[in-house]
Every structure is written in C-alpha cells, then in structure tokens.
C-alpha cells in the first residue's frame, strides 16, 4: 500500500529556492508514477509535475516549467520536488501523490493515494 508524507516546504523570499520531498513509506509492489500538486488559498488543486516510476518521462505545468525540476529516488522510496526563482504565486500547499496507472497524467482524478500536504509560503 502507498503511503505518502511531503516535507521540505517553509517560508522564502522572491527568487530564492525550496526543495520537497515525499517518501513513501508502504509496502508498495507496483509502479506509479508520482505527481505534485497544489492548492492556493481560494482555489483548485492544479497540477504542478510528475514522474514516472523509471524517471525517464517528465511534464510540468506551464507556469513553472523551467523553474521546477522533479526527479525520484527509488532507492530511498523519494521523488523530489526542486523549486528555483520561486514567486508569490507559488505560495500553496503542495501535495504529492501516486497515479493508478505507470504512464504520465496530469488530471488529479487519476492519482489514488495522497500525502497530507506541505506549506510553501514565498515572501514579495
């Protein structure tokens, strides 16, 4: 069974950097492909990236490719989530999660096991 837990989020300023983690700490015996998302005050939970279990396939959303970089370490059961130029639009909970199914989605509706969630907070 997949079990997820986010760490790493905090407080920075415009421009600096962040880097989450989610390991999964299950007995886990199937390949997923792992997503992050967000949730922003007010707002839906949107895509950010994802994985795929071999790490050899990636997608972002729009707005942080090229400033967010996601990669996975399946020896140590991690992906990572590497934030750089981080704006105050990226101030969110960030959750990462694992898909039903080994290839890429985006859609939140694909991904069935959910960590709890981690507080990014970028200071203007």
């Known amino acids: 069974q997949v079990r997820l837990a986010e760490s790493g989020g905090g407080l920075v300023q415009a421009g600096g950097s962040l880097r989450l983690s989610c390991v999964d700490s299950g007995r886990t015996v199937r390949p997923y492909t792992t997503g992050w998302f967000r949730r922003a005050p007010g707002k839906e939970r949107e895509f950010v990236a994802a994985?795929?279990?071999?790490?050899?396939?990636?997608d972002y959303t729009d707005s942080v490719r090229g400033r967010f970089t996601i990669s996975r370490d399946n020896a140590k059961n991690t992906v990572y989530l590497q934030m750089t130029s981080l704006e105050p639009e990226d101030t969110a909970v960030y959750y990462c999660a694992a898909a039903g199914a080994a290839g890429i989605v985006t859609s939140k509706n694909n991904y069935v096991n959910w960590g709890q969630g981690t507080q990014v907070t970028v200071s203007s």
């Open positions: 994985i795929n279990w071999s790490g050899t396939n990636t």
